[in-house]
């Protein structure tokens, strides 16, 4: 309904359909109406409603194919809130991005982020 399938559409779908543009997923991670992937290159992608900058991309535009979340590389898990994203990378930091009014990126804050911020403390 909110482009959270990621088949470049709006439509809601009752049976699976492919992911545009996505091949050698790893890992895949649901929020309330978003979608991220981390590939097997480390890469995280994500999809979906976008209100609070929980695709991570810079911007708070609904996406409904996958975009690369550019600013984040070598990433080995990710899970996600209801608006909110965080990411394990492989030097053992931690990442995260999205709705943050209660704290939940670990970044000091009540900010929003819409670009992953290092979680401090790890």
Do not use: C, Y
């Not at 482009?3 to 649901?30: C, E, F, K």
């Not at 009014?101 to 009540?110: I, N, P, R």
């Amino acid at each position: 309904m909110n482009g959270q399938l990621g088949d470049g559409t709006n439509v809601d779908r009752t049976t699976p359909v492919i992911v545009s543009g996505l091949d050698n997923v790893l890992a895949i991670a649901t929020g309330t109406e978003h979608t991220v992937a981390l590939k097997t290159d480390g890469t995280v992608w994500a999809w979906g409603v976008n209100t609070f900058g929980q695709l991570g991309d810079g911007t708070t535009t609904t996406r409904i194919e996958p975009a690369k979340i550019s600013s984040l590389n070598n990433v080995s898990a990710i899970a996600a809130g209801n608006n909110h994203v965080v990411a394990l990378k492989a030097d053992g930091t931690v990442w995260a991005w999205g709705h943050n009014a209660a704290g939940q990126l670990g970044d000091g804050t009540t900010n929003n982020r819409s670009t992953p911020v290092k979680v401090v403390g790890f």
